[in-house]
């Protein structure tokens, strides 16, 4: 029997990158998975691309009032689920005398607002003794130039890992976090991080040479990582941390 075997998943930012990734490794593993994603086309193309196991809802997490509405539309695919993949997120880069109000809640907003809310919104249909799992980063361990209010964004899901798991105990709701290190995927891009070519080779340059295993990480090495805490694998684990980054952070 597979390890997600009659279990619903559903992952938010789905369509593309990790979330993608996670999606085809959660059915796979014999999950039925509904993605999330702001942009239709794209959540059209991935839903296909999975298959019949999987479904799309648009959804915008900084949008408050689509996270309201989030659970309807989750329930006319499913009455409950099992699992809760907060993957939606952006990562922006400025250093501190450049950042304005609007950039900081931009990021605030969807790596940390529209987390906690979709949470919020979708608890009431997560079976207990379900999964919870944040997708964080090592930056919220070490050091980066311009990185700091991305990196405040990805240390508050790191503490509500832990919150929450003391709070959802007598539910046996476990809520876990995975770390990704530096990851080839469509975020690693000029216009997602907002920085020029120039400033984004030189970024993936000296990120490199910090990698002991030398390379950049794959959304799929990720994606396993995400089953292993969606699965009864990892039942004895709650509130913890799982850092999926080559070394970086640890060597």
Known sequence: MKRLENKVAV????????GFATASEFINEGANVIITGRNPQSIGAATAALGEKAYGIVSDTSK???????????????????????????????????????????????NFKGAYFTIQALLPLINDGGSIILNTSINAHVGMPGASIYAASKAALLSLAKNL????????IRVNAISPGPVVTPLHSTAKFGITDEQLKQMGE?????????????????????????SDDSSFILGTELIVDGGMATL
């Open 11 to 18: 992952i938010t930012g789905g369509n593309s990158g990790i």
């Open 64 to 110: 408050f009032a689509d996270i309201q509405h989030l659970q309807e539309e989750v329930k006319a695919h499913a009455e409950k689920i099992d699992i809760l993949f907060i993957n939606a997120g952006i990562a922006k880069f400025s250093s501190v005398d450049q950042v304005s109000e609007e950039f900081y809640e931009e990021s605030f907003d969807i």
């Open 165 to 172: 798991s003391a709070e959802l105990l007598s539910r046996k």
């Open 206 to 230: 000296g990120i490199l040479s910090q990698i002991p295993v030398g390379r950049f990480g794959t959304p799929e090495e990720i994606a396993k990582a995400a089953a292993f805490f969606a």
